[in-house]
T-cell receptor, first 116, second 114 residues
Framework: EAGVTQFPSHSVIEKGQTVTLRCDPI?????LYWYRRVMGKEIKFLLH????????ESGMPNNRFLAERTGGTYSTLKVQPAELEDSGVYFC??????????????FGPGTRLTVT | AQSVSQHNHHVILSEAASLELGCNYS??????LFWYVQYPGQHLQLLLK??????LVKGIKGFEAEFIKSKFSFNLRKPSVQWSDTAEYFC????????????FGSGTRLSIRP
C-alpha cells in the first residue's frame, strides 16, 4: 500500500508569487489533514477534510491560503501571494476513520517551502 | 489555549544510556496522547499512543510512555538507547472535544553518540 505522497518536496519562490502544494492520501482514507512547521517551532494544524468537505479550517493563518480537495481524493494547498513568514515545512496526513481523535494519522514526507 | 510542552530541545546521549523525554500538556478534559518520531530523511511515524486503560503503554522499538493524569504528563522512556534512535521526537495530543486535529509539542532532537 502506497503511503501519503506530497509534491513538490521542496519549493523556492519569491515573495509575492504563488505556490501550490499537492497531497495524495492513502487510498481509501476519507480524512486528510494539512499541518505546517515553521522553523524551530511546533507542527501546527491547518485544516481537516472529510472527503471533499472542509471539516475544520480553524488553523488556516489567513485568506492567502486556499485548500481544496475536489472529488475527495488528492488535495492542494495554494498560497497566494506568498510572504516570507510562510516559509516552513508543510505536512499532509490521512486517516481512514474519524473516531474521537483515536484514528492514526499517516504523514507524508512534507514539502519544504522557502519564500525569499 | 491547549498546548503541549516538551522540556528538552536537544538531548545527547551515549549508546546504552537510559532515555526519558518529558512532555506536559495543558487541557483539563479528556485527551488522547501520542509520541511521534521522525528519523532522518523519513516521514513522521507513530511511536506509541494512549487512549485509556493501563497508563503505561509500550510502543515500537522498545519505547514506552507513562500517562500521569495528576501531572498532565506523558513522558517517553527507553532503558537503553541505540545509535539508530537518533531522530526527532514529538509529543502530541488530540482532544475528545475536537476530535481529529493533532496538537504537537515543539519536538526534541535526540542525538546518540556511537
Amino acid at each position: 500500500e502506497a503511503g501519503v505522497t506530497q509534491f513538490p518536496s521542496h519549493s523556492v519562490i519569491e515573495k509575492g508569487q504563488t505556490v501550490t502544494l499537492r497531497c495524495d492520501p492513502i487510498s481509501g482514507h476519507d480524512n486528510l489533514y494539512w499541518y505546517r512547521r515553521v522553523m524551530g517551532k511546533e507542527i501546527k494544524f491547518l485544516l481537516h477534510f472529510v472527503k471533499e468537505s472542509k471539516q475544520d479550517e480553524s488553523g488556516m493563518p489567513n485568506n492567502r491560503f486556499l485548500a481544496e480537495r475536489t472529488g475527495g481524493t488528492y488535495s492542494t494547498l495554494k498560497v497566494q501571494p506568498a510572504e516570507l513568514e510562510d516559509s516552513g515545512v508543510y505536512f499532509c496526513a490521512s486517516s481512514r476513520f474519524r473516531d474521537r481523535g483515536m484514528d492514526e494519522q499517516y504523514f507524508g514526507p512534507g514539502t519544504r517551502l522557502t519564500v525569499t | 489555549a491547549q498546548s503541549v510542552s516538551q522540556h528538552n530541545h536537544h538531548v545527547i546521549l551515549s549508546e546504552a544510556a537510559s532515555l526519558e523525554l518529558g512532555c506536559n500538556y495543558s487541557y483539563g478534559g479528556t485527551v488522547n496522547l501520542f509520541w511521534y518520531v521522525q528519523y532522518p530523511g523519513q516521514h513522521l511515524q507513530l511511536l506509541l499512543k494512549y487512549f485509556s486503560g493501563d497508563p503505561l503503554v509500550k510502543g515500537i522499538k522498545g519505547f514506552e510512555a507513562e500517562f500521569i493524569k495528576s501531572k498532565f504528563s506523558f513522558n517517553l522512556r527507553k532503558p537503553s538507547v541505540q545509535w539508530s534512535d537518533t531522530a526527532e521526537y514529538f509529543c502530541a495530543v488530540t482532544l475528545d472535544s475536537s476530535a481529529s486535529k493533532i496538537i504537537f509539542g515543539s519536538g526534541t532532537r535526540l542525538s546518540i553518540r556511537p
